[in-house]
């Protein structure tokens, strides 16, 4: 684990308003720790979730940029559930991860890519198609080697025709009005949209 | 009984197994299903990192939809991903008066209105709840027996909403299972994470948790699961997950409602059974012979 200090104060020429929604999420934090105990993937983090919401109360943002632990979290939810203090931490995560792509973090590239390209393919059909949805990420990517970690399954799953094409067999809907609503209504500022606390 | 049917895009493509099986199984316990017309991708986990309003709009969508043809139906959910939004939309239209606003405002963009009137259910909680075993067991009409069952249930079925389940020991499958004749595989692994996305998003990471739950299973003769992320990294990355672990870990994996349909006597090609990634050789010998 990374025995970076997490009792530094933030630089002033760090600005980390985008973190505030975050803090006041996690705020009542207790540091016990029972988060980094549940976590499945707490092992291959560079930060503890423990140290990390740590980070986050003291609005350290590029240190908690920097680390790749809000990208390790896969939604299990065990830490949401077990946390003493009813704290919504996968939803945190999950705005953390919002934040690194919103800053199109260098690191976190290829995640962002992904969550980005199978966004932009619900948008076009209301649905998604792997075929379409994997060739815009293996283009964005710009990566020769990208596709061939996937190639063995995308073949085996073509062989037994369950790669939605685009054929028809599904429906079309494009979604692209109501994900414009949205847009618009983040860029008004009269719409403060809470987040949703858990139970 | 009646549910409105939400499949999910998971359904119509990599797991239309799974989509065979749940509307063969329900047909046969005499369950009509009613798929809502023009549902749309609910966002999966990709849509909230990117705007949390946007994955409760999308979900409100369907649920909108579904409103429109009964105000106080329940929707019947397979995919644990697609429930979970779902859930979380609901729950924001149900009880929050603003995000129900918001969530409205933006609906409007596509002349829908959603109030949450709807109840949203997984397949597991209709199947252990609605029917259970004193449904399920007169139908089984080939018993299973000899053949031992790993239930897999993974996360978002189970958490952060308990609503069927204990979300740290989950049993539910098991009266289900022992309905069929087969015998539970005693496992803790049941509840823990499969890896999600993590297996293509970051491979080193996620094929561990893959690894893990394989290696538990050794001794059953299948595992079976309820959600198409979790079918899919346990199936279709068996030989990496050997090659990792030094040892063989292949083990035929299906969809619970696949398990229930072969012991109702459903034949395996109403079930999808073809489809799979990992049906093994020594399975289909052993369900041959029973």
């Known amino acids: 684990m990374n025995p970076q200090s997490v009792t530094t104060l933030p630089t002033a020429e760090e600005s980390s308003e985008s973190l505030d929604p975050i803090r006041a999420m996690v705020s009542a934090c ?54 003493p203090r009813g704290l919504p931490l996968t939803e945190a995560m999950e705005a953390l991860k919002g934040i690194a792509f919103a800053r199109k973090e260098a690191r ?13 393919t619900v948008r076009r059909h209301g649905r998604i198609r792997e075929m379409e949805f994997m060739t815009r990420y293996f283009i964005a990517m710009k990566s020769p080697v990208a596709p061939f970690r996937f190639a063995p399954l995308g073949l085996k799953l073509m062989g037994k025709g369950k790669v939605e094409l685009g054929g028809g067999k599904s429906g079309d809907t ?18 403060t949209f809470r987040k949703e606390g858990h139970q | 009984m009646s549910y409105l049917y939400y499949p999910g895009c998971s359904l119509t493509s990599s797991a239309r197994e799974y989509d065979l099986a749940t509307r063969a199984v329900m047909a046969a316990a005499g369950v009509n299903l009613t798929e809502i017309d023009d549902w749309t991708c609910c966002g999966a986990s990709a849509a909230a990192p990117i705007s949390h309003l946007l994955s409760l709009s999308l979900s409100a969508r369907n649920l909108a939809l579904a409103e429109q043809t009964a105000s ?14 779902l859930k979380k939309a609901h729950d924001a239209l149900r009880n929050d008066a603003e995000s129900r606003a918001t969530i409205n405002d933006a609906l409007e963009a596509v002349n829908l209105k959603a109030t949450g009137s709807v109840r949203v259910r997984h ?31 993974g996360c978002q079925c189970l958490r952060p909403y308990p609503e069927f389940d204990d979300p740290e020991r989950p049993v ?14 005693p496992w803790e692994m049941g509840a823990r994470c499969c890896g999600a996305s993590l297996v293509s998003t970051q491979p080193e990471v996620g094929l561990e948790r893959v690894f893990a739950i394989l290696k538990a299973a050794k001794g059953a003769d299948l595992i079976v699961t309820v959600c198409p992320m979790c079918q899919m990294n346990l199936d279709a990355w068996q030989a990496r997950a050997s090659r990792m672990a030094g040892e063989k870990l292949s083990i035929t994996v299906l969809y619970l409602p696949q398990l229930l349909g072969l012991a109702m006597g459903l034949a395996s090609h109403e079930l999808g059974l073809d489809l799979n990634l990992a049906v093994l050789g020594d399975f289909r010998e052993k369900i041959t012979h029973l």
């Open chain 2, 172 to 185: 539910s499958m098991e009266p289900l299972i022992e309905a069929t004749g087969a015998a539970v595989h």
């Open chain 1, 108 to 120: 976190h590239r290829g995640s962002r890519l992904f969550y980005e390209k199978f966004m932009e």
């Open chain 2, 123 to 153: 397949l597991l909680d209709v199947l252990a709840v609605d029917l259970g075993e004193r449904h399920l067991a007169p139908l089984v009409t080939r018993s299973l027996s000899g053949l031992t069952v790993a239930p897999y249930y």
């Open chain 1, 30 to 83: 207790i540091q016990c720790g029972t988060c980094t105990g549940s976590c499945p993937n707490a092992l291959e983090m560079d930060l503890t979730p423990r140290k990390m919401w740590r980070l986050v109360i003291l609005g350290r943002l590029s240190a908690v940029m920097e680390s790749k632990t809000f990208i390790l979290c896969s939604d299990c939810y065990t830490c949401t559930l077990r946390c």
């Open chain 2, 72 to 85: 106080d139906g329940q929707v019947l959910v397979p995919c644990s991903a697609c429930y979970l939004n």
């Open chain 1, 174 to 191: 494009p979604l692209g009005a109501l994900f414009e609503k949205v847009a618009d209504l983040e860029r008004t500022p009269a719409a």
